[in-house]
Antibody, heavy 120, light 113 residues
Framework: EVQLLESGGGLVQPGGSLRLSCAAS????????MNWVRQAPGKGLEWVSS????????YYADSVKGRFTVSRDNSENTLYLQMNSLRAEDTAVYFC?????????????WGQGTLVTVSS | DIVMTQSPDSLAVSLGERATINCKSS????????????LAWYQQKPGQPPKLLIY???TRESGVPDRFSGSGSGTDFTLTISSLQAEDVAVYYC?????????FGQGTKLQIK
């Protein structure tokens, strides 16, 4: 059974930093592209970032480019999102999600999410 | 960026009746080399992460009840629930994965009438 467990969320002041983690199990982690998707309170889904299975290719939404960095440790089956220069508009539940087995960048498994609140 | 627009924003349907949600992309998500539409549908219930229902516009994910179906091509897509069940109350999102930035529709809230 695929499991994705996010951690690292919390309350941070504007301009601060956080590092989110997503521990993966139940599949061959290094073979799967991984993604971060966020959802502001009461709002819709917003893609944040993606990383290839090897970690060599990364992609970002314009809203986070230059501030967030996605990475992965395939030896530890863990996905990361380093978030710097946080803004109030980054407040959201952050989900990690796995690329679908079927191919293409839709997501067949999601974690439960971790809440990031940016506020003074 | 490809803008995904869903209609309606909310929908109330009687139990056992058909529910139809539309999704329109601002440009085609049909990849000509493989004839696949890079379009997915998700269901999200309160307090839960999204769940993949449909990918390649019309392929049902394993374990998804066959009352859920997807159709369409190019820029216009539809999610149909043939006979609404109480457990189908949720927000439904379409997503294009043709190109980055990957984008979602704004969501359609489905309720029981």
């Amino acid at each position: 059974e695929v499991q994705l467990l996010e951690s690292g969320g919390g309350l941070v002041q504007p301009g601060g930093s956080l590092r989110l983690s997503c521990a993966a199990s139940g599949f061959t982690f290094s073979n799967s592209g991984m993604n971060w998707v966020r959802q502001a309170p009461g709002k819709g889904l917003e893609w944040v970032s993606s990383v290839s299975g090897s970690g060599t290719s990364t992609y970002y939404a314009d809203s986070v480019k230059g501030r967030f960095t996605v990475s992965r440790d395939n030896s530890e089956n863990t996905l990361y999102l380093q978030m710097n220069s946080l803004r109030a508009e980054d407040t959201a539940v952050y989900f990690c999600a796995k690329d679908a087995r079927s191919g293409g960048s839709c997501y067949d498994n999601w974690g439960q999410g971790t809440l990031v609140t940016v506020s003074s | 960026d490809i803008v995904m627009t869903q209609s309606p924003d909310s929908l109330a349907v009687s139990l056992g009746e058909r529910a139809t949600i539309n999704c329109k992309s601002s440009q085609s998500v049909l990849y000509s080399s493989n004839s696949k539409n890079y379009l997915a549908w998700y269901q999200q219930k309160p307090g839960q992460p999204p769940k993949l229902l449909i990918y390649w516009a019309s392929t049902r994910e394993s374990g998804v009840p066959d009352r859920f179906s997807g159709s369409g091509s190019g820029t216009d897509f539809t999610l149909t629930i043939s006979s609404l069940q109480a457990e189908d109350v949720a927000v439904y999102y379409c997503q294009q994965y043709y190109t980055t930035p990957l984008t979602f529709g704004q969501g359609t809230k489905l309720q029981i009438k």
